[in-house]
């Protein structure tokens, strides 16, 4: 089973960028997917992005409301996702977790998945 650490959380003006990684420990991080997902103050937590990793390459999934501004890629040399956020708006604030399940479909939903990181917090400003 793999741990999960995020950092690159922090306080940006909207319109500003920020890059979130996620290091997992262990030697079959290739083999799960991995997800990002959000959980603003009294809301529930949401998914913002995944992807999967097989033998024809890496395939993404993304929520409606950060297409085209957000960008989930991974190293599995490096045992480390990365999720890329342009463009933000005060609503992208939250704390963010990185997740991983093994599967060979990407997922999309938190019961999905089994390995959670600790999260690290997103502000936006406006």
């Known amino acids: 089973q793999v741990q999960l650490v995020e950092s690159g959380g922090g306080l940006v003006q909207a319109g500003g960028s920020l890059r979130l990684s996620c290091v997992a420990s262990?030697?079959?991080?290739?083999?799960?997917?991995m997800g990002w997902f959000r959980q603003a103050p009294g809301k529930e937590r949401e998914f913002v992005a995944a992807?999967?990793?097989?033998?024809?390459?890496?395939?993404?999934s993304y929520t409606d409301s950060v297409k085209g501004r957000f960008t989930i890629s991974r190293d599995n040399a490096k045992n480390t996702g990365y999720l890329q956020m342009n463009s933000l708006k005060p609503e992208d604030t939250g704390v963010y977790y990185c997740a991983a399940v093994r599967s060979i479909v990407v997922v999309t939903t938190t019961r999905g998945y089994d390995v959670w990181g600790q999260g690290t917090q997103v502000t936006v400003s406006s």
């Open positions: 262990g030697r079959t991080f290739s083999s799960y997917v």
């Open positions: 992807i999967g990793w097989n033998w024809s390459g890496s395939r993404t």
